[in-house]
């Protein structure tokens, strides 16, 4: 796989890139208050882990909607989404690995 092709497939300039958007469209779609994206680990689990997010079930639904809209990848089922999700890490392996649908 060319990483600077999904880089570029995904409007992102390198893996930082993408963690820190990653970052933002969790916030903004779980509706994160005083919480910035620098302020969030990479590699700790951010539903039900120890960090400053504090995600539930719920908040993965809505950050699979975001994901879908934003880089055009899907979460098809439960078993997909907690591997995706374990951490931002794991998210942004996802994304960059996984089919593009329509938006």
């Known amino acids: 796989m060319d ?6 497939d995904l409007n992102v300039s390198s893996r930082e890139d993408l963690l820190f958007k990653l970052k ?3 916030i903004r779609a779980c509706e ?7 302020d969030v680990p990479t ?3 951010f539903i039900g882990g120890p960090g400053p997010l504090k995600l539930d079930s719920l908040d993965a639904m809505e950050i699979a909607m975001e994901l879908r809209y934003t880089f055009g990848v899907e979460l098809k089922n439960a078993s997909t989404a907690a591997k995706a999700m374990q951490n931002f ?3 942004a392996d996802f994304v960059i690995a996984a089919p593009k ?3």
């Not at 990483?3 to 570029?8: H, N, S």
């Not at 994160?32 to 620098?38: A, F, L, W």
């Open 3 to 8: 990483l600077e092709q999904a880089y570029r």
């Open 32 to 38: 994160i208050r005083d919480v910035r994206p620098e």
């Open 43 to 45: 590699d700790v689990p």
């Open 101 to 103: 649908v329509k938006k």
């Open 89 to 91: 890490d794991t998210l």
């Open 24 to 26: 933002e469209l969790v």
